[in-house]
């Protein structure tokens, strides 16, 4: 089982940049494809964007297209969220996961926070 710590959230003005991170606990974290999910407040959790096990092979929600950059370092066990051109409606709870597809498949750590005025 990998254990997930999310960080790196913030407030930020609109057309901001921030970066997330994901640290994950063992050995096992280069076998798994991990996604990262936000959930807006009275809104459910939604997928934002997916990296393969091996950092080959990319996807992402459409409204975050151009914008996020999904990377990951298997050698720090870490995967990475690069926020650009941050809007107010992409304020939320931002949380990784590990994932089949689109499809959170593990336990959820407790999110970091990111907040974008207007």
């Known amino acids: 089982q990998v254990q997930l710590v999310e960080s790196g959230g913030g407030l930020v003005q609109a057309g901001g940049s921030l970066r997330l991170s994901c640290a994950a606990s063992?050995?096992?974290?280069?076998?798994?494809?991990m996604g990262w999910f936000r959930q807006a407040p009275g809104k459910e959790r939604e997928f934002v964007a997916a990296i393969s096990a091996r950092g080959g092979s990319t996807s992402y929600t459409d409204s975050v297209k151009g914008r996020f950059t999904i990377s990951r370092d298997n050698a720090k066990n870490t995967v990475y969220l690069q926020m650009n051109n941050l809007k107010p409606e992409d304020t939320a709870v931002y949380y990784c996961?590990?994932?089949?597809?689109?499809?959170?498949?593990?336990?959820w750590g407790q999110g970091t926070q990111v907040t974008v005025s207007s």
């Open positions: 996961n590990t994932v089949a597809g689109r499809f959170p498949i593990g336990s």
């Open positions: 063992g050995r096992t974290f280069s076998s798994y494809a």
